[in-house]
């Protein structure tokens, strides 16, 4: 019989370590962003503030578990064999954070490409990969062995193969929308291909990690995937600060206005109009 520490204390440690790490880059995306955009409306600046704090509650719960497993629960087998509620919380709270950013994105699309088809597949898949997060927390307290976890493997493939669905349709719309809007400008193309390169990177990230983490729990019957689970939600967290810290303007001369509307990723034109005027701000 397999130590049940291996089974899943182990992945789940590493996924604590890498959830950790991730957090801290969060942390300083987080300074940049309010110390670079402060005329931000306050409900964007409210909106990375929950983000922030649910993503710290998630951190903090992860460490609890962990600790309490191996620290408070040393030796005791029975214990190690079962997810307790503190554990049974991350499924939840990646959903969550995850959908906070999906809808998020959601709301650019519509400003940006004004195309509500796209947006409500966007939005009906980033509800169904909350519902499934949640769904997959109330699993884990009817099902709590470790090694009973794929008896409800259908809430989890809904869960994450909506977010990775979801990711996929924001990445490919708004990469499609900025390379229809090329100008010709240098300054310009340059600051579009930065964010094109930005929203590839971060959708492709949050996408494959979401379907590793589901290959990887439908492949074993232990907890090895939650090495990728526990980190998932500061991937998502982190792909929306970089996007908005992604916002300035590079230096032109023939440009004296920087735009910093939290949806300012489009034309020139869009960026200095109807999309400058919530966060707009002078570049000197």
Not at 37 to 53: E, I, P
Request: aromatic share 12%; charged share 10%; net charge positive.
């Amino acid at each position: 019989m397999a130590n049940p520490a291996t089974i899943a204390h182990g992945p789940g440690l590493l996924g604590v370590i890498l959830n950790i790490f991730f957090y801290g880059i969060m942390v300083t995306q987080t300074f940049l962003y309010y110390n670079t955009y402060r005329k931000d409306h306050l409900w964007m600046k409210l909106f990375v503030a929950g983000l922030v704090l649910a993503d710290t509650i998630n951190c903090v719960f992860d460490i609890w578990w962990i600790y309490d497993i191996v620290i408070n629960h040393f030796g005791d087998f029975s214990a190690l064999q079962t997810g307790n509620w503190v554990f049974a919380t991350d499924p939840a709270m990646v959903g969550i954070i995850a959908t906070g950013v999906q809808l998020f994105f959601a709301w650019r699309i519509k400003v940006l490409t004004r195309k509500n088809w796209v947006v409500a597949i966007v939005v009906v898949t980033a509800m169904g990969s909350i519902f499934g997060g949640i769904g997959t927390s109330i699993a884990i307290h009817f099902v709590p062995e470790f090694i009973e976890f794929q008896k409800f493997q259908v809430v989890v493939i809904v869960w994450l193969i909506l977010a990775a669905v979801c990711d996929s349709t924001i990445t490919i719309s708004l990469t499609l929308h900025l390379r229809r809007h090329r100008t010709g400008f240098t300054a310009t193309d340059h600051l579009l291909d930065k964010i094109i390169r930005i929203t590839v990177q971060n959708g492709l990230i949050t996408s494959i990690w979401a379907i590793g983490d589901l290959i990887t729990y439908l492949a074993t019957p232990t907890g090895a995937h939650l090495a990728m689970n526990f980190p998932l939600a500061k991937l998502y967290t982190n792909a929306l600060l970089s996007s908005l810290n992604a916002r300035k303007w590079p230096r032109d001369p023939q440009r004296t206005t920087s735009s910093t509307s939290p949806a300012a990723i489009s034309t020139p034109s869009e960026l200095t109009n109807s999309l400058g005027k919530p966060g707009a701000v002078d570049s000197n």
